[in-house]
């Protein structure tokens, strides 16, 4: 599953936590094209995160 980061309603890893909350294991892939990189970085930590 492609997920931006930021997105309008709620944030991408939001919506994959509730998918995997509700049974759906899947894979999922985050993009953004927000300005702040440190925002961005910090959100999952070093490229990578574990939900």
Do not use: Q, Y
């Amino acid at each position: 599953m492609l997920l931006d980061v930021f997105l309008p309603d709620m944030d991408g890893v939001r919506v994959l936590r509730e998918l995997r909350a509700a049974g759906h294991g899947t894979d999922a892939l985050f993009i953004t094209a927000a300005r702040d990189a440190g925002r961005s970085a910090r959100r999952c930590g070093r490229g990578r995160c574990t939900i």
